[in-house]
């Protein structure tokens, strides 16, 4: 099976991605069994070719607190308080 991966980066934060399975059509599931009184040929069906596209967007400017901020936020403690008060 040939898979092939396109990937294309259209700005800074995105990507667009087309990957290609069984490009050239070869993915068969054949198989023989052969013993001294029979041969068994089996034949399953398998995924043919087919195509992915995908879209990715990377998001990276989170807003930044300070350390003691987040483990109020974390812990619940800033709860029901003013933003002024402690």
Do not use: P
Request: hydrophobic content about 35%.
């Amino acid at each position: 099976m040939l898979v092939v991966v396109i990937k294309i980066r259209v700005r800074l934060k995105t990507k667009i991605k087309l990957t290609v399975f069984d490009l050239l059509n070869q993915n068969n599931s054949i198989s023989r069994n052969v013993a001294e009184t029979y041969v068994e040929d089996i034949q399953t069906q398998v995924l043919q070719r087919y195509f992915i596209v995908s879209f990715t967007y990377m998001i990276r400017n989170f807003k930044t607190t300070n350390a003691k901020e987040m483990e109020e936020k974390r812990s619940g403690q800033n709860f029901g308080r003013g933003r002024g008060r402690n």
